[in-house]
């Protein structure tokens, strides 16, 4: 055989079958890993800002970080009227009487970055991953990051006879979660909420869960005893729809699993606050949800040796 026979035949499909097996992660993969400078937005850049008129400036992807060039770049200011006067949301900004503590805690309020620093540009404080095609506030209460945290509260799918079900092509069982439908966008999601000032992360955890999906159970000793074990799975950037280049989404997603299915497993759900419907939902790579919520829910599956 000639050395060119050779490589045509052998070399090169064992060259190509290495090369396709190797490939760049899927996009989705890279938004779960949410690196400024790596991973560019996408939920929040060339479409209308939600419930308003407002249209963003086009931000192609190679124009997503600051530290390129774009000369043109000239996006409107929006911020929603109905957030003006809000508790839970900041005063206007730039202001020469108001100065936020950026990248700490402004007393109850963390404006702090899981990101590291931001930075903060004419009085107002900067996207850590990049152009959104829109300045403001939009419809977010904080300048700068707004804190939520997300439980992913799962169980294994069973039969009718108890029995754990796995996927026939990959053998691994299948996890459910809970899933909520957000009345803003109608897309599920996972129910979280916003961190209120002061308050600690494992609490709003548990009060967003009972609020949007058992509509406020009285079984409040079950879900704070299953609540107490909860697996890190993500703290940084979520991909909302209502970010922009001064104010963002990030959030500290935690996994509360019931193994046997005898706890939350169990419970109905019912849906609350600000979702308008509530399901458990089968955890596979098909899941579409709200925001970057499904490259958070394949970490658990990852995580938990499901299959995905
Ligand atoms: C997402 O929006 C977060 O990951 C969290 O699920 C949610 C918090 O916002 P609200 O549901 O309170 O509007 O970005």
Redesign the pocket.
């Known amino acids: 055989m000639t050395n060119l026979k050779f490589v045509v035949l052998f070399l090169l499909p064992i060259l190509f079958s290495v090369h396709v097996s190797s490939k760049s992660p899927p996009v989705q993969m890279m938004a779960s890993m949410v690196k400024p400078g790596v991973f560019r937005h996408v939920m929040c850049r060339n479409s209308m800002y939600p419930r308003s008129g407002v249209l963003r400036f086009p931000v192609a992807d190679e124009q997503v970080f600051w530290s390129e060039p774009y000369a043109e770049y000239c996006p409107p200011s929006y911020t929603a009227p109905h957030i003006g006067g809000q508790v839970w949301a900041d005063e206007p900004l730039p202001s020469e009487t108001i100065q936020p503590k950026w990248n700490q805690n402004d007393g109850q309020v963390n404006r702090e970055s899981f990101h590291g620093a931001y930075e903060v540009r004419d009085g107002l404080p900067r996207n850590p991953i990049g152009r959104t095609g829109l300045s403001g506030r939009g419809s977010l209460g904080r300048w700068g990051p707004?804190h939520?945290?997300?439980p992913i509260v799962t169980r294994w799918k069973r039969d009718a006879n108890g029995q754990i079900v796995a996927n026939a092509a990959t053998g691994k069982n299948i996890l459910q979660m809970v899933a909520i439908q957000?009345s803003?966008n109608k897309l599920w999601?996972?129910?979280?909420?916003?961190v209120d000032p002061g308050e600690n992360v494992t609490v709003t955890l548990k009060r967003?869960f009972t609020e949007?999906a058992l509509n406020f159970t009285d079984k409040a000793n079950m879900v704070e005893k299953f609540f107490k074990e909860g697996l890190h799975i993500y703290s940084g950037y979520?991909d909302?729809f209502?970010n922009t280049d001064n104010a963002w989404?990030e959030?500290t997603?935690l996994n509360f699993h019931d193994e046997d299915g005898s706890q939350v497993g169990q419970l109905e759900l019912v849906a609350g606050d600000?979702a308008s419907n509530v399901r458990w939902t089968d955890v596979d790579g098909s899941l579409k949800l709200?925001?970057n919520?499904s490259d958070?829910v394949r970490d658990v599956a990852i995580k938990r040796g499901a299959h995905w």
Do not use: F, Q, S
């Not at 999601?189 to 916003?194: C, V």
């Open positions: 707004n939520a945290a997300d957000r803003d999601a996972i129910p979280g909420g916003m967003e949007e979520v909302d209502r989404m959030t997603a600000d709200h925001a919520h958070i």
